[in-house]
């Protein structure tokens, strides 16, 4: 029985700093000095989580910000800097099992939470995203809210807890790293303390595209009266389903579409990209099959909105034949200057359909 006791603390310091065992140091001993934080982005989180205690360096002065944190490790840390009160683990118990129903207690996590792995498994962004969330928001907290991967991520970039990688990519099912679940900590902390975080906007637009189809509301502080994807039976020879509706900033090369959009698309000989807003929507068409030989449809101008200039790319599917069963995926482009845009929206001078035969579908008005 004296075995498993020792092999119990030893476990217990191992979570305590993220490190092994043998390597721990305390934060109540002399200050560490973190040698391979030098210029690395989540230096002055790592200083701060330090210094608070509930995370530590290696014994040979080093924090390794890029190993990965596993789900165990990431609860253990957050019910530690949060201040939640954890008993000692009973003999014979995992050490980390008393912190896990310490945040099940407090409505941070839940038990059906992970579908698969362990507690030993690194734990994804996806799931750091959902910790984050309810740990610095009550209304999550209760039994009777459930909150589904898309809202998490949606709720943890409008919170500015979850930022995104290049380009604003919120990469869900990546591993979280040292320095970034000590980055989210501290975030956790800084909202719970009334902070306003800072909020990257291309990981909030992704967010919101994932979750309703649409960034609209993002670029314009306005909701559309429909949600993405929604499929219209154009007749019975073909229907069309709009995956999605993404806004463009043609100002902004971080955004996710940039580089895509200034590469395969265009206009006249005389448009410019500058000081534009595109609307990309991706659209499927689904082709029975049944129409006569050399039948085809010639997609029309889909979309209605005054002052717009309607753009061609280089892989962009402008018709098709109706006579072969298939499924296409291809997407319609439309160009709008930003200012008078805004300035329509803002003052409810605008309108915005989809124009398809025998129908009109009200976007925003």
């Given at each position: 029985m004296?075995k498993?006791?020792?092999?119990?603390?030893?476990?217990?310091?191992?979570?305590?700093t993220?490190?092994s065992?043998?390597?721990?140091i305390?934060s109540?001993?002399?200050?560490?000095?973190?040698?391979?934080?030098?210029?690395h982005?989540?230096?002055?989180s790592?200083?701060?989580?330090?210094?608070k205690?509930?995370?530590?360096?290696?014994?040979?002065?080093?924090?390794?910000?890029?190993?990965?944190?596993?789900?165990?490790?990431?609860?253990?840390?957050?019910?530690?800097?949060?201040g939640i009160s954890?008993?000692k683990?009973?003999?014979?118990?995992?050490?980390?099992?008393?912190?896990?129903?310490?945040?099940v207690?407090?409505?941070?996590?839940?038990?059906?939470?992970?579908?698969t792995?362990?507690?030993n498994?690194?734990i994804?962004?996806?799931?750091?995203?959902?910790?984050?969330?309810?740990?610095?928001?009550?209304?999550?907290?209760?039994?009777?809210?459930?909150?589904?991967?898309?809202?998490?991520?949606?709720n943890?970039?409008?919170?500015?807890?979850?930022?995104?990688?290049?380009?604003?990519?919120?990469?869900?099912?990546?591993?979280?790293?040292?320095?970034?679940?000590?980055?989210?900590?501290?975030?956790?902390?800084g909202?719970?303390?009334?902070?306003?975080?800072?909020?990257d906007?291309?990981?909030?637009?992704?967010?919101?595209?994932?979750?309703?189809?649409t960034?609209?509301?993002?670029?314009?502080?306005?909701?559309?009266?429909?949600?993405?994807?929604?499929?219209?039976?154009v007749?019975?020879?073909?229907?069309?389903?709009?995956?999605?509706?993404?806004?463009?900033?043609?100002?902004n090369?971080?955004?996710?579409?940039?580089?895509?959009?200034?590469?395969?698309?265009?206009?006249?000989?005389?448009?410019?990209?500058?000081?534009?807003?595109v609307?990309?929507?991706?659209?499927?068409?689904?082709?029975?099959?049944t129409?006569?030989?050399?039948?085809?449809?010639?997609?029309?101008?889909?979309?209605?909105?005054?002052?717009f200039?309607?753009l061609?790319?280089?892989?962009?599917?402008?018709?098709?034949?109706?006579?072969?069963?298939?499924?296409?995926?291809?997407?319609?482009?439309?160009?709008?200057?930003?200012?008078?845009?805004?300035?329509?929206?803002?003052?409810?001078?605008?309108?915005?359909?989809?124009?398809?035969?025998?129908?009109s579908?009200?976007?925003?008005?």
């Amino acid at each position: 029985m004296k075995k498993i006791a020792v092999l119990t603390t030893a476990l217990s310091m191992l979570m305590t700093t993220g490190c092994s065992a043998a390597e721990a140091i305390s934060s109540a001993a002399a200050p560490v000095v973190l040698k391979d934080m030098e210029g690395h982005w989540s230096k002055e989180s790592v200083n701060r989580g330090v210094q608070k205690g509930y995370v530590d360096g290696y014994e040979d002065g080093t924090f390794r910000p890029e190993n990965n944190v596993s789900r165990s490790e990431f609860i253990k840390m957050t019910m530690t800097a949060l201040g939640i009160s954890v008993p000692k683990a009973a003999e014979g118990e995992e050490w980390y099992i008393p912190y896990i129903n310490a945040a099940v207690n407090a409505g941070i996590h839940r038990w059906d939470d992970f579908t698969t792995g362990g507690w030993n498994t690194p734990i994804s962004r996806l799931e750091m995203a959902r910790i984050s969330v309810r740990a610095s928001d009550s209304t999550f907290q209760r039994k009777e809210v459930n909150i589904d991967d898309k809202a998490v991520m949606l709720n943890a970039t409008k919170a500015g807890l979850v930022q995104g990688l290049a380009n604003g990519d919120l990469a869900p099912q990546n591993a979280t790293t040292r320095g970034q679940s000590v980055t989210i900590i501290e975030r956790i902390l800084g909202v719970k303390e009334g902070e306003k975080l800072e909020v990257d906007m291309n990981a909030l637009a992704n967010a919101e595209i994932q979750a309703t189809g649409t960034n609209f509301n993002t670029v314009f502080g306005k909701k559309l009266l429909i949600y993405f994807p929604f499929t219209v039976p154009v007749s019975s020879a073909y229907s069309v389903t709009f995956k999605d509706f993404t806004v463009v900033d043609m100002d902004n090369p971080n955004d996710p579409n940039y580089s895509y959009i200034r590469n395969n698309a265009y206009g006249s000989r005389a448009f410019s990209f500058d000081g534009k807003y595109v609307f990309l929507i991706r659209t499927h068409y689904s082709v029975a099959g049944t129409s006569n030989e050399g039948d085809y449809v010639s997609l029309p101008q889909t979309i209605h909105l005054v002052g717009f200039t309607r753009l061609s790319a280089k892989d962009k599917v402008d018709a098709f034949v109706l006579y072969k069963k298939q499924e296409i995926d291809s997407y319609l482009l439309y160009a709008y200057d930003k200012k008078e845009i805004e300035e329509s929206i803002n003052k409810g001078l605008i309108n915005i359909f989809l124009d398809l035969p025998g129908t009109s579908i009200t976007l925003y008005n």
